[in-house]
């Protein structure tokens, strides 16, 4: 390999071996005739041809795992930085080795050198591939332990919610026969509690008809007596009255006849003087005559008046 100047197996290739057509190619926009890539792998994708690039866009798009959708080609995913990379690395190997080739034919012993070389590579490839399978059996092993996993993880879901939905239907049978239960039981104490309430009621009310049955008899009883006691009270009126009006008379005649004495003695001795307390036969002024009505007023309801004064006209 010293035999070969200038030769590497890396991505980050010089320009020194940069074709005028490649260059005029990576000098093209980001464009595939199936879409745009991202701005973000315009590094990658300018190393790259159009057909390249299209067949990128259609191993993306079409794979058999997980293909990505148009929209996330457009986009940042990692796959497709890890496809790119890869395909810039492969179309520059493949013209390292047109290189090496074109060199071969022009240096001594160049024929047995590329004859090694290409034995390195195919011992590259067949270890590539080697890696790749492994590669793709670890992801099948992964894919296949987390598909088991999530299979374990479903069975214990399932069996949590099928769990908790048994205990949720114990937990409502339980609360709905506690409910029909407890309303059984206050219907029950309603139902005796209003019995017992209407046998107190019934009680009260029998009890109240006959205490109004027995004040019933007492009003009645009471009733006659104030009727009684008001016919007596009248007759005792009417006897009063009768009594009262004779003693007026017996009063007025005395009044008579104290005033007829009362004029005797004056007619038989002048000089004695009137009394006071006896009304006189005529008024001697304007004022006597009301003093004296006025004292006969007063004595309608002034016994002691009635008494102590004499008067010539009934009161």
């Not at 866009?57 to 790119?84: A, C, F, M, Y």
């Not at 190997?93 to 060199?103: A, F, G, P, T």
């Not at 006969?296 to 009635?306: F, M, P, T, V």
Request: glycine share 4%; net charge positive; hydrophobic share 30%.
């Amino acid at each position: 390999m010293s035999g070969l100047p200038g030769i590497f197996f890396s991505g980050n290739f010089p320009k020194l071996y940069h074709l005028p057509l490649i260059e005029h190619m990576s000098s093209q926009p980001c464009f595939s005739a199936f879409g745009n890539f991202n701005e973000h792998y315009k590094s990658l994708l300018d190393q790259l041809p159009p057909s390249m690039k299209k067949d990128v866009w259609l191993r993306l798009t079409t794979r058999k795992n997980k293909p990505l959708s148009e929209e996330q080609v457009r986009g940042i995913h990692p796959d497709i930085e890890e496809l790119l990379t890869k395909e810039v690395n492969r179309y520059y190997n493949k013209k390292n080795r047109q290189k090496i080739k074109i060199e071969a034919n022009v240096i001594p012993e160049g024929s047995s050198t590329l004859s090694r070389l290409d034995g390195f590579e195919k011992q590259l490839e067949d270890r590539e591939a080697l890696l790749r399978q492994k590669e793709n059996n670890i992801k099948k092993t992964i894919e296949a332990q987390i598909a088991e996993e999530r299979k374990h993880l479903k069975d214990e879901y399932d069996a949590l919610k099928s769990r908790l939905e048994i205990e949720y239907n114990n937990c409502m049978v339980d609360m709905k026969q506690k409910t029909y239960s407890f309303k059984h039981q206050l219907e029950s104490q309603h139902n005796s509690r209003s019995a017992e309430l209407e046998k107190q009621y019934k009680s009260h009310i029998s009890a109240l008809d006959k205490a109004n049955a027995v004040k019933d008899k007492e009003i009645g009883k009471l009733s006659s007596t104030i009727s009684q006691l008001k016919n007596e009270k009248r007759n005792i009126k009417k006897t009063a009255e009768s009594v009262c009006k004779d003693l007026e008379d017996i009063i007025f005649t005395k009044d008579l006849k104290i005033i007829a004495l009362n004029d005797r003695v004056i007619f038989s001795n002048p000089s004695a003087g009137r009394d006071g307390t006896i009304e006189p036969n005529t008024f001697i002024s304007f004022h006597d005559a009301e003093y004296w009505a006025r004292k006969r007023e007063d004595a309608k309801n002034d016994l002691n008046i009635r008494k102590k004064y004499t008067f010539r006209k009934p009161v």
